[in-house]
């Protein structure tokens, strides 16, 4: 693993607070050459440190009233697995697969209202690798 300068570090902040800022931009932030900015951001690219370029939905905006985190415990050495099934669905926004607790997978979920909430978290629970799943409703963003 690479060490990270603070330039790097400063670069991925104005990144990752608008993945649109020119690299003209960024430089006049960070007081180097818009040629050291594209240097340094292709390097962390190359690096994998950033992964890629994203924006931030408001799902709500688009008709997706339910947005919620599903904890999930599945049964032994089955995480992968079911992460990768669960992953495919559209109604999953993100997947992290978690160790050292009693949950294995976080998932966030969008879904249009509480019906259809509910079929997909019953399509869940059905896979057979599933111990048990909790539910949080999330009711307010910050960041």
Known sequence: MKILDKLDRKILDILENDSRSAVKEISLKTGVSAGTVTNRIKKLLDLETIKKFTI???????????????????????????????????????????????????????????????LFKQKVDQLPEIEKIKDLMITDEYI
């Open 56 to 118: 931030s939905i408001d799902w709500r905006k688009l008709g997706y009233d339910i947005l919620a985190i599903l904890l999930i415990e599945t049964k032994y050495q089955k995480t992968q697995e079911v992460a990768k099934k669960i992953a495919k669905y559209p109604e999953v926004i993100k997947l992290y697969v978690c160790t050292s607790g009693v949950y294995e997978i976080i998932a966030m979920i969008k879904s249009k209202n509480m019906q259809s909430y509910s």
